[in-house]
């Protein structure tokens, strides 16, 4: 198993539709989650980070975290030809993974106008 | 602020060589973490520094090392490089106590 898993996609959307991407991680000691952006040839770029449980909004987009069921996931609200690129989750584990990010593969969101 | 830099962007090199590999973090920034991102096994965890000490590694060979100075700059260096060594290798920096990295633009490294 995956410490942290991502469907790869692609997840395909129309343009102004909600995005969902989810993750699934294996460490019950993880207390950081992570979304990044990463565009074709680019380093990635923070989205959000959440570290309690709920929701966690910014602008059009929310992170929501369940600890018990291990899962995280992102929502792009009116998604944007702009916003095709890879997502991906990353996760600090328990003790002693100081600095240490887990990424998943990463999901592939595709915009159609 | 400036975000983090890498030096250089790219690198061309054949097997057996070395290559070094520069990061200056974010001002303020103590800690800094690479990474290596391959088609095949994505972006996985080298090591971290911070203080000049590394505190994580990750499960790569002896041929991966790394250090930092007292202003905080950090090089890798990759020893008698391998094909399999081709990749994209990212720094991240963050503040003292706080876990978010902020990635720089990376350098691809090619070996031939």
């Known amino acids: 198993q995956k410490e942290v898993e991502q469907n790869s996609g692609p997840l395909s959307v129309p343009e102004g539709a909600i995005a969902s991407l989810n993750c699934t991680y294996s460490d019950r000691g993880s207390q950081s989650f992570f979304w990044y952006r990463q565009y074709s040839g680019k380093s990635p770029e923070l989205i959000m980070s959440?570290?309690?449980?709920g929701d966690k909004e910014d602008g059009r987009f929310t992170a929501q975290l369940n600890k018990a069921s291990q899962y995280v996931s992102l929502l792009i609200r009116d998604s944007q030809p702009s916003d095709s690129a890879t997502y991906l989750c990353?996760?600090?584990?328990?003790?002693?993974?100081?600095?240490?990010?887990?990424f998943g593969q990463g999901t592939t969101l595709q915009v159609k106008p | 602020k400036a975000g983090v830099t890498q030096t250089p962007r790219y690198l061309i090199k054949t097997r057996g060589q070395q290559v070094t590999l520069s990061c200056s973090p974010i001002?303020?920034?103590?800690?800094v973490s690479w990474y290596q991102q391959t088609p095949g096994q994505g972006l996985q965890f080298l090591f971290e520094?911070?203080?000049?000490?590394?505190?994580n590694k990750g499960n790569f060979p002896g041929r991966f090392s790394g250090r930092q100075f007292s202003n905080s700059r950090s090089e890798m260096n990759v020893s008698t490089l391998e094909l399999g060594d081709s990749a994209l290798y990212l720094c991240?920096?963050?503040?003292?106590?706080?876990?978010?990295?902020?990635f720089g633009p990376g350098t691809r490294l090619l070996v031939l």
């Open positions: 001002s303020g920034h103590r800690s």
């Open positions: 990353a996760v600090i584990g328990g003790s002693g993974n100081t600095g240490k990010l887990i």
């Open positions: 959440i570290y309690s449980n």
């Open positions: 991240a920096s963050s503040e003292q106590g706080r876990e978010t990295q902020y």
């Open positions: 520094y911070f203080s000049e000490t590394q505190r």
